[in-house]
Structures are given as structure tokens and as C-alpha cells.
């Protein structure tokens, strides 16, 4: 737990360090996955739900019947259960750092298939997945560009990618009142439900050394992802990623 008492200037020193980072956040979220959904919830004014049904039907409407899905850094599997309410026929297999996390996703599903994995190494053959969801995902990974080349090997050409996630503004103004509304809200949350404001914060620090939703799409690019929808919410500060690995 001392691990989390990190003060705010160290925390960004950390958070560069891809094995410190490793470490830090799979402390983080074993210890806040009790109060992860509710978080969520009210974090969001229960935005995120819709945001995740509507990442759950864009990417229902473009895979294969009977197709594999990846639930990458899955958390308690609400993404996975969103999918499976509109598409009852696919394979979903939740992938997660935090044992805690996966905890909570088994007592919230006790049939869901899941595993504890890193998304910069996932125990899986190349071309193995149909479709890869990542909600808030790619911004927790050690290494952001690591986890979207994993991702891009572990998908089948013609896969689609569906990811959900924080990113910085493009408007400067907007970027420094959504940073500093960010950093508040989560020392208040967190101060408030852990007695650790650094707990929440954690999305603020995080996302400062994050990219901006159209980095992203790049980054996507790059990695052999051919077409990519980018869908924004908050101006910005939230972004729907719907990519297809080249064929
Ligand atoms: C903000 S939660 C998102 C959970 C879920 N996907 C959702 O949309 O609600 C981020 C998740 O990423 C996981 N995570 C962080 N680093 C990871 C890594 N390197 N590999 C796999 N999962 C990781 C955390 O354990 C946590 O469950």
C-alpha cells in the first residue's frame, strides 16, 4: 500500500517508467476494484454506461457469428456482459492484470471466461481474436504503444479493435479545466471512499501523459489498423476508437 501514498510530482516520474507503472496500477485497482463499478458510475454521471453500450452495439454490428473476443484489461467485465446482451453468440475471454478486479468480474458472472494476463504479453497466438474491446485500457498499459502492437498481433486480418478511453483535449483550455476537474473530483472520490485522494487522481496523472484521440487513431495506423472510426465525447476528453487490422 505504500506504493499508493506516492505524492503527485513523483507519481508522473513513475508513471514513465513502464515497470514501475506495471506495478503501481495493479496495486491501484487490486485495491479499488470493490468500489470500481460504483466509482464508474458516479464518476461519469452515469455516462460510461451508455458509452459502453454503444461501444458494445458498434462493435456487435461488425463481427462474425460465433466470433472471439478479447475483453482486454476487462476489470469487472462490464464491457463483456454489455456485448453479450446484444450478441449472445460470441466467445468473450476477459483479460486482466488485477487478480482483485477479475474477483469482482467473477461474483458479478460466474459463467464469464477469464484470465489474468498483461496487455503488453497476452498468452495468446497470433491472429487468435475476431475483435479486441478495451475500455479505459490503453492508458493504464505500461507502454500504450506495446499494448496496440499486442493487440494488432493477436487480432485476425479484417478484426476490428473497439476501444473506449480517456484522452487529452485538443483545445488547450478545455485540456487544462478537464485536467484540473479530473485531478479534484478524484482527490475528493478518493479521499472520501479510500482515504487515499491518489487513488482517483490517478486518471488525471495518467491522462497528462496520455495522447490526444486523433494520436491515437494514429497510433492505430501505425500498427496496421487501416480504417478507424473516431467517435468524441466530452470535446474530446472521451473517445470511441472503432479500428479494423488490415486484411
Ligand atoms: C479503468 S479499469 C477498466 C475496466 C473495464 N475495462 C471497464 O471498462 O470498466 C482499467 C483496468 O485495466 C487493468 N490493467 C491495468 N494495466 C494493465 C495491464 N498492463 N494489463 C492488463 N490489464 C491492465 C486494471 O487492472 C483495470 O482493471
Redesign the pocket.
Known amino acids: 500500500m505504500v506504493l499508493l501514498e506516492t505524492k503527485s510530482a513523483d507519481l508522473t516520474s513513475l508513471l514513465q517508467d513502464p515497470e514501475r507503472k506495471?506495478r503501481y496500477?495493479?496495486a491501484l485497482?487490486d485495491r479499488v476494484?470493490p468500489a470500481?463499478?460504483r466509482f464508474?458510475r458516479w464518476f461519469s454521471y452515469g455516462m460510461?454506461g451508455a458509452w459502453?453500450r454503444e461501444l458494445a452495439a458498434a462493435l456487435a454490428s461488425r463481427i462474425p457469428s460465433g466470433a472471439t473476443v478479447i475483453?482486454?484489461?476487462?476489470?469487472?467485465?462490464?464491457?463483456g456482459r454489455a456485448l453479450r446482451s446484444v450478441r449472445a453468440d460470441v466467445r468473450i475471454l476477459g483479460?486482466?492484470?488485477?487478480a482483485g478486479?477479475l474477483h469482482h468480474a467473477r461474483r458479478r458472472d460466474s459463467s464469464a471466461v477469464l484470465a489474468v494476463?498483461?496487455?503488453?504479453s497476452l498468452p495468446l497466438p497470433d491472429g487468435a481474436a475476431d475483435a479486441v474491446l478495451?475500455?479505459?485500457?490503453f492508458r493504464?498499459?505500461?507502454d500504450p504503444r506495446v499494448?496496440v502492437r499486442e493487440s494488432a498481433r493477436i487480432l485476425k486480418a479484417g478484426g476490428w479493435l473497439a476501444s473506449?478511453d480517456f484522452y487529452l483535449p485538443e483545445a488547450s483550455i478545455w485540456r487544462t479545466l478537464f485536467l484540473a476537474y479530473l485531478k479534484a473530483a478524484g482527490s475528493i472520490y478518493g479521499w472520501c471512499w479510500h482515504r487515499n485522494p491518489a487513488c482517483y487522481a490517478y486518471i488525471a496523472s495518467s491522462l497528462e501523459l496520455f495522447v490526444t484521440a486523433a494520436q491515437f487513431a494514429s497510433l492505430l495506423r501505425e500498427h496496421g489498423f487501416e480504417y478507424c472510426e473516431v467517435r468524441r465525447k466530452l470535446e474530446g476528453g472521451i473517445a470511441i476508437h472503432l479500428a479494423r487490422r488490415a486484411v
Open positions: 506495471r496500477v495493479r485497482f476494484a470500481y463499478d464508474t460510461d459502453k475483453d482486454l484489461a476487462c476489470g469487472t467485465g462490464d464491457l483479460t486482466d492484470l488485477s478486479m494476463a498483461d496487455m503488453t478495451a475500455g479505459y485500457a493504464n498499459a505500461p499494448a473506449l
